[in-house]
């Protein structure tokens, strides 16, 4: 085959750059060989052997591994005669994510333990489309963020101005409404796209109690037998997300308690910062949990609307360690802000845990992230917190590390919490992540090459005079024992970059570690953004894997991937 080559223009003369061939790295090239005694082609016996002893499957048959053959001959070669790999075939299968990803792609954990036991993927302010303060309001944003998995939708219920109905936006700012039932029917269509197990729907409600009855038969009548209405003692003990498969649930203040909250006068406040330098606002709190609900006579509600709450909500309007407390009885839901989050880890770590081994925990981002920015969410997991509710319209490192944490698991949205988590020793004691401990595993990463940049992007797009420069970086973020990050070399002029670069992490605690990796383009200013993606390390498949990279957003490109070798010591 001739040889192709790339022109691009600098000062009028015209440099030539030679498009290589992609091919198989020489330790492709030598397992193919150990894995077929030195044969040229490779038969189901052989991969098998290869899945088993090389990837780290168990229980792989002849029938099975044939099967996985043909499945990618039709790819790769549809008018394949015999079910056999050449070396091109086998190194073209590695690339095949389908086959051969980083991660389990089904649902593994024990779905049967109460809900307190896992990481749920939740949503803050589901129905905002951007801006916090002047975004639209849609229906759109909280259908996405229910095709991606999110299990946790949240709504702010406002009365409208006649005070006979009801819609959803932002109190106090200059967003734009949508109606209430809307949002409920969009999310009874969309709920089980993506995940068979329970949504939770938590209400800000700032409602009257004419307009809860009103909810409360909207409700009903909308999600009919999905609804989940909790029988006398349920509250004791959360369900699991297995009997609440296909169920949905209402989170948010029995009226009791939204009569003894008082008005916070924060959220009165929030139209005043609209004229002012948002950047020398020290806070802004819009998360006010129901604090505004009525501004006539609560009185007695309807039954109904304290019948369909699924799991009750409190707030920290309290002491925080007495906030804190374990109490016997019922479960509840309480909610902090990132800023309370962070005191409560620093000052009552070990209280923070064991009320989250009894109780669901929600965190939500400061109210200064008015461009929908988000925290790192790490502080909070390491601590058992349940909810750590994302702005899901933005995009940023954060975020990576919240879609990096729910691909675990079959992507379904709940999460299996480390039993370390869970448990109580003999004197009480619970897991701190502050303690040092010893290591654990050691996860080592090899980076042998990357493709797909010259499909899926303009030859000019990274750099105007010359092919790009790639590198790959590797960020192990967890409990701060772990945290580490490495680097390949860049390749200079080349759009299939082979590194062929190994790397060494220790994993005190790899139960909650995230392997976040990057590739950025070397420019003589900004390097430029070519991709990412962020793995759970304890969904790690060992062996030689494809990895799709994705933009800043999250969506896979079509064509970006790694091929990468992970194993444990």
């Known amino acids: 085959m001739a040889e192709t080559y790339e022109t691009y223009k600098v000062l009028g003369f015209k440099r030539k750059f030679k498009l290589p061939k992609l091919s198989p790295p020489q330790d492709v090239i030598d397992l193919f060989s150990l894995c077929t005694n030195k044969e040229l082609q490779m038969s189901p016996d052989h991969f098998r052997r290869f899945l088993i002893q090389f990837q780290g499957d168990k229980d792989v048959t002849v029938d099975y591994a044939k099967g996985i053959m043909e499945q990618a001959l039709h790819q790769l ?66 259908i996405k963020s229910l095709k991606k998995g999110v299990r946790v939708i949240e709504l702010d219920l406002w009365p409208t101005s006649s005070k006979e109905g009801i819609h959803v936006l932002h109190g106090g700012t200059m967003t734009t409404p949508v109606a209430l039932r809307t949002c409920f029917e969009s999310i009874k269509e969309h709920a089980f796209v993506k995940s068979p197990y329970p949504v939770i729907i938590t209400l800000e409600d700032h409602l009257t109690p004419n307009l809860q009855a009103k909810v409360a038969e909207m409700v009903t009548e909308i999600f009919e037998d999905t609804l989940y209405c909790p029988k006398a003692g349920d509250h004791n003990e959360f369900p699991s997300p297995e009997a609440l498969k296909y169920r949905v649930l209402l989170s948010t203040k029995t009226p009791k308690d939204q009569h003894r909250d008082r008005i916070n006068s924060n959220q009165d406040d929030n139209m005043s910062y609209l004229n002012h330098d948002l950047s020398q606002i020290p806070e802004i709190y819009f998360e006010d949990e129901n604090e505004d609900a009525a501004n006539e006579n609560p009185g007695e509600t309807t039954p109904p609307y304290v019948d369909i ?31 309370t989050l962070e005191r409560a880890a620093s000052l009552y770590g070990a209280d923070l845990v064991r009320f989250t081994q009894k109780n669901i925990l929600r965190v939500y981002p400061k109210g200064t992230r008015v461009t929908s920015t988000n925290f790192k969410p790490l502080r909070a997991w390491m601590h058992g917190v349940q909810m750590v509710a994302f702005n899901m319209q933005g995009y940023g490192r954060s975020l990576w590390m919240m879609h990096g944490m729910f691909r675990s698991n079959g992507k379904c949205g709940y999460v299996k919490k480390p039993d370390f988590l869970m448990s109580v020793g003999p004197n009480n004691e619970v897991f701190q992540p502050k303690v040092p401990l010893g290591v654990k595993k050691t996860l080592k990463v090899r980076v042998y090459m990357g493709d797909g940049w010259h499909t899926d992007f303009d030859r000019t797009y990274f750099d105007k005079y010359s092919p790009p420069d790639f590198y790959t970086k590797l960020y192990m973020v967890g409990v701060p024992a772990d945290v580490r990050k490495e680097k390949t070399k860049v390749i200079n002029d080349v759009w299939t970059p082979i590194w062929n670069e190994e790397f060494t992490f220790p994993l005190t605690v790899p139960e909650l570690a995230l ?18 993606t962020c793995l759970p390390v304890s969904e790690l498949r060992t062996g030689i894997r494809v990895v799709r990279l994705r933009d800043k957003r999250g969506k896979k490109f079509k064509s970006v991937k790694l091929l990468m070798q992970f194993a444990f010591e």
């Open 77 to 142: 070669r549809p008018d394949f005669a015999m079910c056999c790999f050449t070396v091109d075939d086998f190194f073209n299968f590695l690339f095949l994510d389908e086959f051969n990803g980083p991660i389990n792609l089904e649902v593994h954990h024990d779905m049967t333990a109460p809900l307190q036991h896992y990481f749920i993927y939740t949503g803050h302010n589901s129905y905002l489309t951007g801006n916090q303060l002047i975004g639209g309001c849609s229906v759109k944003q909280i």
């Open 515 to 532: 392997l976040k990796i990057v590739v950025r383009e070397h420019d003589t200013g900004k390097d430029d953004f070519a991709g990412q």
């Open 309 to 339: 709450i699924g799991i009750p909500a409190t707030k920290a309007n309290k002491k925080l360690k007495k906030a804190l407390t374990v109490e016997s009885g019922k479960a509840n839901r309480l909610s902090l802000s990132e800023q």
